[in-house]
């Protein structure tokens, strides 16, 4: 049996280690126990690898383009492209079949299109001599279909983020609150905490991830007469770029 604890700890903008804050918003000061007390400026690698953390470093997308030659299709024949958003890994894969009667018409219908309305997943599409281009949207991952004759190659691999984006880094920590607690059961209307303001968190940075677990030694509770452990699950946001210090 195991006694499970989320700690998430959020480095402001500066890297002072004194002034980490929890999801509660607690100062958290510099804390052995997450190893915030190293005196020495430290990057997010040289911390992760002395404290035993797994770092997820920032690392822009890289957005997957790839060709689709049409030239070897037979003169008349209807020309169609289908493009599947696989990203998700799931059984069911958001996709969109494109139909037009040229390469310049189909390339044009692919352009700025969205494979689910308002997904805000924009594909980018360009055509020359018959060899339409495309561009999938950052952090996706597109496959294609096209006619028989038609020839599709990758050109450039897809690269996802990795990291946190600070979109990302806002839905986590704002999840992280939720999970928390702050909902009021009674009623009466709640203000909802700042991320920003009251945690520390930038409104435009990105950020490093960095992950640990850390297990209690076995314990046994007579009144139930099993032994158990205590796990903490601790995640600690740190802005990318940023060095630590103690102030």
């Known amino acids: 049996m195991a006694n499970t604890k989320d700690t998430l700890i959020i480095v402001p903008g500066l890297g002072k280690m004194d002034e980490c804050k929890n999801a509660a918003g ?3 000061g510099a804390d052995a126990t997450y190893g915030l007390d190293n005196a020495s400026p430290t990057d997010a690698a040289t911390f992760a690898a002395a404290e035993g953390y797994t770092l997820e470093a920032y ?3 890289t957005p997957g383009q790839s060709t689709i030659d049409t030239t070897g299709i037979t003169a008349g024949e209807e020309m169609f492209v289908t493009l599947i958003d696989v990203t998700a890994g799931r059984r069911q894969f958001p996709r969109k079949t494109f139909r037009a009667a040229t390469a310049a018409a189909l390339s044009a219908l692919i352009d700025d299109a969205e494979l689910e309305v308002g997904d805000g ?4 599409s360009t055509e020359a001599a018959g060899v339409i ?3 999938a949207p950052a952090d996706v991952i597109c496959k294609f279909a096209a006619n028989e004759d038609a020839v599709i190659a990758e050109t450039v691999p897809t690269v996802l983020t990795v990291g946190l984006t600070n979109a990302k880094a806002v839905e986590l920590v704002g999840n992280k609150i939720t999970k928390a607690g702050r909902t009021n059961r009674v009623g009466f209307p709640v203000i909802e905490p700042s991320v920003f303001q009251d945690l520390g968190l930038s409104s435009t940075a990105n950020y490093d991830m960095l992950t640990k677990q850390i297990i209690g ?3 046994f509770d007579k009144n139930v007469g099993a032994s158990y ?3 903490e699950n601790v995640t600690i946001l740190m802005l990318d770029g940023a ?3 103690a102030s």
């Not at 997943?121 to 980018?124: D, N, S």
């Open 26 to 28: 607690r100062t958290l």
């Open 59 to 61: 690392a822009a997308a």
């Open 121 to 124: 997943k924009a594909y980018t």
């Open 133 to 135: 281009t495309v561009i």
């Open 217 to 219: 030694d076995v314990k």
């Open 229 to 231: 452990q205590d796990v």
């Open 243 to 245: 060095s630590l210090t």
